[in-house]
């Protein structure tokens, strides 16, 4: 469900300011507004609040993030950061800015000087092997480089198929040389070619500015490479690389002591300045007049007291917090707070793909939380796969607790496993056919059906159609809930239309099955007939298009019965294909491969088609989304207690 919320406005003499905004972030509970937008110039006129101190701390977490990237990530060590946290708790705004200073001025220029040498270091060992693979390519011309005195050997890179351009350059240079050069060209890989080209120095000016106007990629070797033996010119890179390797050894060992003495309380600080940035950040939404100041803002209903009377316990009457009255249209300026039990919240996840609901409209979350663990667990329906699942779900509570979205998962996971384990004792299934071969488990019978998945075909699309009824029903009676709320007298008319028509069509179908009395064709008739005008009122002519495409929802939901199909069938062929092989740990290999593969199908396909079963065709009835989250004011968004 959704929380009642109340617009309030916070009144109090300017001095009072920071301490107020510092009280509103530790409390958490305030949705702001822009006080100056809010608050009409005729009754208060309102000056936005701006602080200079905003950009300085922004400049500093700039350059703490730039130090958190040069130090190596030490682990944390929640004791010493809680010890940190302690003694900088104390200090005022000013005094954190200016310790956070001290810290960077420490640190800053010397990781910078590091870094850019360690960079300076990787860069050259990057050099140096391209000088070793260059000359590994020029090593068989060896021989004629001692009488080259006065010439320059250069190396271009080409991609082999822009090997025309080599025509080009060798054209150009007989010009500038007057033909006093040589060039060769061989493969580096497959898709490189090295061109060697050997030249008078006196035409290197001319020779090196044509290659740069091609835009070919040319490799120089060093000056001091050149007239060397090449066993010389190979010890040469070794050395310079092994001592390169050595120099980042001790830069690597340099930063890692800097970490060790400096990372937690970086941290803390860290955390400190963020939270001191997103108070003065906040600061834009209020409101400055000559002598108070005022901040606008939702709160949940449930919260309004405890907020005033702290606020009453710390500055008396000085400064107020006064409910305002809000007309209907105001109202769906609201921010959506949901306020769910436990067993509902993970599903609140799934909400995060689409926008939150309207203020006033119906919470669609407790409809998840109910219909997708049974979809789940209607596909599934297996006793063992239910249990893996369940441990897989487990399990990544317990490795990912730190990760929100992951636990909430994780619980959508562990709730599904329990209909997935229950569905698996009706359809008599353990890992497929296993349990029922080995005669621990067989399928139950109920209202006169023998519930095997794979025998009962009919009897299961007949369920999956029926609950896909069932639930587009329940969304249509949400649909017209939602619009008596809304006032939305189009949408009350469509939605009741659709409501009887679809009742009428049901019964219709039934009557010629011979489940219900031809007698009731005269009160069927009676509601298609009042249910036409009132869709054709409410959405017009493709009011009309939309009773078959309604249709189409309903009968969508056959996947209920396709989807499990698909799983218990692939599961019989795991312990078939298994129970093939002769040697039996081979079978028994194969046949949990396959059971694994479909334990993660069972996962996610499910998932997805108990998602799109909601948000498509359900949620289409009765949901427009569009609303404003709750986005409280304040260092953690708090937990809503139920």
């Not at 939602?482 to 939605?495: C, D, I, Q």
Request: include cysteine.
């Amino acid at each position: 469900m959704l929380l009642k919320m109340k617009r309030v406005q916070i009144v109090g003499p300017k001095k009072e300011l920071n301490q107020v905004v510092d009280l509103l972030y530790q409390e958490g509970s305030v949705h702001l507004e822009n006080a100056t937008e809010s608050v009409s110039a005729d009754e208060i006129p309102l000056a936005k609040v701006k602080l200079e101190k905003a950009g300085e701390i922004s400049d500093i977490l700039g350059k703490i993030n730039g130090i958190f990237n040069t130090l190596p990530k030490a682990g944390d060590n929640p004791p010493l950061q809680e010890k940190i946290h302690q003694s900088l708790q104390k200090k005022s705004h000013d005094q954190l800015i200016a310790r956070a200073k001290e810290v960077i001025d420490e640190l800053e220029t010397t990781t910078r000087d590091l870094a850019s040498r360690k960079s300076e270091l990787t860069l050259s060992i990057t050099s140096l092997t391209r000088y070793a693979k260059v000359l590994d390519i020029i090593q068989p011309v060896e021989r004629e480089l001692p009488m080259l005195e006065g010439f320059e050997v250069t190396i271009l890179l080409i991609q082999k198929e822009y090997r025309d351009v080599l025509d080009l350059i060798k054209g150009e240079l007989e010009i500038i040389t007057r033909n006093q050069f040589e060039m060769t060209s061989t493969t580096v890989d497959a898709d490189t070619l090295a061109a060697i080209m050997v030249f008078n120095k006196k035409h290197s000016e001319q020779v090196h500015a044509f290659i740069y106007s091609v835009n070919v990629n040319e490799v120089r070797l060093p000056r001091e490479f050149m007239g060397k033996p090449f066993y010389e010119m190979f010890a040469m890179i070794e050395e310079r690389k092994i001592a390169a390797q050595e120099e980042i050894k001790k830069i690597d060992e340099q930063l890692l002591r800097l970490s060790d003495l400096w990372y937690q309380e970086l941290v803390v600080l860290k955390q400190f300045l963020e939270n001191i940035n997103e108070e003065l950040v906040a600061f834009s939404s209020f409101g400055l007049s000559e002598y108070m100041f005022v901040i606008m803002g939702w709160i949940p209903q449930k919260m309004l007291k405890h907020a005033r009377s702290t606020l009453e316990a710390a500055f008396g009457d000085e400064v107020v917090i006064n409910e305002m009255k809000v007309s209907w249209k105001e109202m769906e300026k609201a921010p959506t707070c949901y306020n769910n039990p436990r067993w509902v919240k993970p599903f609140e996840f799934i909400m995060q793909l689409i926008s939150p609901p309207h203020y006033r409209e119906i919470d669609p979350c407790p409809v998840l939380a109910v219909f997708f663990p049974f979809f789940f667990g209607i596909m599934v329906g297996d006793i063992g796969y239910g249990l893996v699942i369940l441990a897989i779900a487990l399990l990544i509570k317990y490795r990912m607790h730190a990760m929100a979205w992951a636990c909430s998962l994780a619980d959508i996971l562990v709730i599904s496993s329990i209909p997935t384990i229950i569905f698996g004792f009706i359809f008599g299934e353990f890992f497929g056919d296993f349990g029922e071969t080995m005669g621990w488990i067989h399928p139950l019978t109920l209202f006169g059906v023998t519930w095997n998945r794979v025998e009962a075909m009919i009897p299961m699309l007949i369920l999956a159609i029926a609950i896909g009824t069932l639930h587009i029903f329940l969304g249509l009676i949400m649909g017209i809930s939602n619009a008596y709320v809304l006032k939305s007298k189009k949408h009350l008319f469509e939605k009741t239309g659709m409501l009887l028509m679809l009742t009428g069509l049901i019964a219709l179908i039934l009557m010629l099955v011979g489940t219900i009395p031809q007698v009731a064709i005269y009160p069927t008739i009676i509601m298609i007939i009042v249910a036409l005008p009132l869709i054709l009122y409410g959405a017009g002519v493709f009011g009309t298009i939309e009773i078959m495409s309604t249709v189409g929802n309903i009968l969508s939901y056959a996947r209920l019965m396709a989807i499990g199909m698909a799983s218990v069938i692939l599961a019989m062929v795991a312990n078939r294909l298994g129970g093939a092989f002769e040697i039996f740990i081979v079978g028994v290999i194969v046949a949990i491969l396959l059971h694994a593969l479909n334990i993660v199908l069972a996962m996610f396909s499910p998932s997805i088609h108990s998602v799109r079963l909601h948000l498509v065709e359900c949620f289409s009835k009765f949901y427009d989304g569009g609303g404003k989250e709750y986005m409280p004011f304040g260092r953690t968004t708090k937990a809503v207690s139920s």
